[in-house]
């Protein structure tokens, strides 16, 4: 697994993942696996938790929607996670998505889900809850950036979950 974090702040919105991939219970990569990375029109961020490959693939399968939806966020990720509950195929895939942009955060799962937080904040993966919980504590902080808020929110989650380090990469849409 692994920690992805997103927040956002009216139209400002920051997601943040740690680099660490892991096989079971070994670390196959300490810093060199990117979860989180722009898609569409670079508009776009997406990030995933769970199977690397499961990951990708969705992200792939994402972006199809995204261009056959005129990069609409919201209607793109309805489309896909109909697919993924429904197809035979993509049922079996083991992962979890955020996706964002300047309008809308959103998670989206295997199961059918596609939900928006009320308060722009979503975390998933192994250090997912923790990451949240910082980033929650954080968030009203006086001075703080959405960036510094998600570094240090990851920083906590990787000092608490195994499954997460400290090699951050962050994107962000304004």
């Known amino acids: 697994m692994t920690t992805i974090l997103c927040v956002r702040r009216g ?3 920051v997601m943040a993942g740690d680099g660490q991939a892991t096989l079971g219970e070994a670390v ?8 989180v990375r722009r898609i569409g029109n ?13 990951g990708i693939t969705l992200i ?8 056959k939806h ?3 966020l919201k209607r793109a990720a309805v489309e896909l996670a ?17 996706v964002a942009d300047k309008d809308v ?5 295997g199961t059918g889900e596609v939900m928006e937080p009320d308060d722009g904040i979503i975390g998933i993966g192994s250090g997912g809850n923790y990451a949240m919980a910082a980033a929650k504590a954080l968030y009203d902080v006086e001075g703080l950036s959405l960036e510094e808020i998600a570094r240090k929110a990851l ?6 979950d195994i499954y997460t380090n400290h090699n951050v990469i962050v994107e962000k849409v304004n």
């Open 42 to 54: 670079g508009n776009i961020i997406a990030g995933f938790a769970g199977a690397a490959a499961d």
């Open 70 to 72: 005129a990069n609409q």
């Open 28 to 35: 196959v990569f300490k810093s060199k696996s990117v979860k």
């Open 105 to 109: 955060s959103l998670v989206i799962s």
């Open 11 to 13: 139209n400002e919105v």
């Open 60 to 67: 792939e399968r994402l972006e199809e929607k995204l261009e």
């Open 82 to 98: 109909k697919d993924w509950r429904m197809d035979k195929y993509l049922r079996q895939l083991q992962a979890y998505m955020i």
């Open 155 to 160: 920083k906590i989650a990787g000092d608490i």
